[in-house]
């Protein structure tokens, strides 16, 4: 059944508005210009760091589609009546969320590094960095979604929740992705391990929280 | 005769008010019991306890493997009625035609009323094959017809030697046990 939750979860979530947090990714690193100037070098230099504030606003956008209608239906009480513990159907809703968040984030990072005219060798090591945070950060999104959901302005509050706790993932990130060596990267993949790994308990708690 | 569902000393608090306390119940195969009360006796709240989905303050719950059908639809609006029933259950298609929706399966979702919406979530339940069924409410939104074919789709269960667990404030078709709340 829990492959069957995350495949009903991919095709929910890539059919749609799969888009939005794509369009929003670009958008805020096309701004980047803009506001910095067009000087290369300039551009080249916050080029990592700019990625990552793209990607964690991006991540905020599907927050409220995760699981507030899930909950609002019943299907988080269903999954619990067939017997499928509220951890399992959190890790499966991680999975499914990276699935259609992650791989697209990696594409439109591409482009992204164009705007910001960033060389082949900063773009790779950008992609290892995003490949590496972006489970941490569908984790987080998931786990936040399930704390705020059922909750009035649920949207600003999970931005307010969200942003502060990808802090270090931001840090390492955006080191790891400017090239500061490995140790940067090794910090990284060790906060997306750990909000990958928590996150799943925090959501499951958060779900029988709402039930009561 | 071993039970399906069993309450023992069970007590239940919610938003601070007791709503029943030290409660007992037993349901062996075959049985119906149905679980009456004014509104707000605590009904929903003893299914939703015998699902497992809310903890007694006090006292135990043990049941066998349960089936739910409450006001909540869990079935995707976007999808074909039989897709959408697919993802819970196995084969759906004699439980559809025994609630009257077979002709049903390619509609979204979204475009059932709010009786054939009723239907099937009893389609689900009955397409499950947990011993134990738990309904809340289930004659809301139903036409006689379809009370009809509920009572059928209960009658069949017991026969096979399970269990159900009704909340309703109106009489329901069939003989119940019964147990009032709030009395």
Redesign the interface.
């Known amino acids: 059944m829990t492959g069957?939750i995350i495949a009903?979860d991919v095709r929910?979530g890539s059919?749609g508005t799969a888009w939005i947090p794509i369009a929003f990714f670009l958008l805020v690193v096309a701004l980047m210009p803009f506001a910095i100037g067009p000087d290369a070098r300039l551009l080249q230099r916050i080029a990592g760091g700019a990625l990552w504030i793209a990607a964690l606003t991006a991540a905020l956008q599907p927050i409220e589609r995760l699981v507030e209608p899930d909950r609002a239906?019943?299907?988080l009480?269903?999954l619990?009546?067939?017997?499928i513990a509220d951890e399992t159907v959190a890790a499966a809703k991680i999975v499914a969320h990276w699935l259609t968040f992650g791989p697209l984030m990696l594409i439109a990072a591409v482009p992204g590094a164009a705007l910001l005219a960033m060389d082949g060798v900063s773009l790779t090591r950008a992609e290892i960095a995003l490949a590496i945070g972006t489970p941490g950060l569908a984790a987080l999104a998931v786990a936040i979604a399930a704390v705020t959901a059922g909750l009035p302005r649920a949207g600003s509050l999970a931005g307010l929740l969200l942003l502060p706790l990808a802090v270090p993932l931001l840090i390492f990130g955006a080191a790891a992705s400017s090239g500061t060596g490995p140790a940067a990267l090794l910090l990284e993949a060790s906060v997306s391990l750990l909000l990958t790994a928590g996150a799943p308990f925090v959501a499951g708690a958060a779900f029988r929280a709402a039930?009561? | 005769m071993t039970s399906l569902l069993r309450f023992e000393n069970v007590s239940l608090r919610r938003g601070g008010r007791l709503l029943f306390e030290a409660m007992n119940l037993e349901l062996g195969p075959g049985e119906g019991l149905q679980v009456a009360g004014p509104n707000g006796s605590g009904k929903s709240s003893l299914i939703r306890l015998a699902s497992g989905l809310l903890r007694a303050e006090r006292g135990r719950v043990d049941r066998v493997a349960v089936a739910l059908a409450d006001d909540s639809l869990a079935l995707d609006r976007e999808l074909p009625l039989w897709r959408a029933l697919s993802f819970w259950a196995g084969p759906v298609d004699e439980a559809m035609e025994a609630l009257g929706i077979a002709q049903l399966e390619d509609v979204p979702v979204r475009l059932l009323s709010s009786g054939q919406a009723k239907r099937a979530t009893l389609a689900r339940v009955a397409a499950s094959h947990a011993p134990l069924w738990l309904l809340d409410e289930p004659l809301n939104a139903l036409d006689a017809d379809g009370a009809e074919r509920l009572a059928s789709i209960i009658s069949a269960h017991l026969a096979a030697g399970g269990a159900v667990l009704a909340a309703s404030h109106q009489p329901l078709p069939g003989v119940w046990r019964r147990l009032e709340l709030g009395r």
């Open positions: 069957s009903r929910r059919t239906d019943g299907v009480d269903q619990l009546v067939h017997g039930r009561t």
